[in-house]
């Protein structure tokens, strides 16, 4: 998302959009509900990917629509207001490799607060922090910069989908290591069936409907 330079107001300006600038302002539960409506609808579904007997549910669509796109961090940014008041919001957005970098950034710019990437290994320059994790075939690892997060800052982290919460739960450990008080976890979807959401110490919020084996 790009800042405008040209004579149109940007939509920042605007307070009511900004749970940061008018933390009073309700979260409307019926705008919610509409927008949940709406970004379920345009989800699309694949049986028996990426194995037989799981349908895959496929979130790319709410990223080629730009009203789509719009509506889903517009839904997010309802949720945080509903979920806390201004003072005790997030600092930091932690956006986890590779799809937490297509609503991270845009979220945290409408929160108004940073936004941090966790990545893979020999991604990220200067010195680092490293979390290892499970995978079905082994072990992987994710890395943050040193210096992303202050002591104190509390934090959100925030993926496209949680599966068996294994890259959830290293991306908390990161956060803990660098002094944040990690708020909670966000997703759009969650693959209830792996009790992923089982392996995580603080609370997660799953936006659209559970997906099931």
Known sequence: ???????????????????????????????????????????????????????????????????????????????????????????VIVGLEARGFLVGPSLALELGVGFVPVRKPGKLPGPTETAAYEKEYGEDRFQIQKDAIKPGQKVIILDDVIATGGTAAAAGSLVRKLGGELLGYVFILELDFLKGRDKLDAPVYTLLSSQSK
Not at 26 to 34: E, K, N, R, T, V
């Open 1 to 91: 998302m790009t800042h405008s330079t040209s004579a149109h107001p940007s939509r920042h300006n605007d307070p009511t959009e900004n749970p940061r600038l008018s933390p009073s302002a309700p979260a409307s539960s019926s705008q919610l509900a509409s927008l949940k409506i709406r970004l379920q609808e345009s989800i699309r579904s694949f049986p028996d990917f990426p194995e037989p007997g799981i349908l895959f549910k496929d979130i790319l669509p709410l990223f080629a629509d730009a009203q789509l796109h719009r509506d889903l961090i517009r839904a997010l940014q309802l949720h945080m207001r509903d979920s806390y008041e201004d003072s005790q919001g997030p600092d």
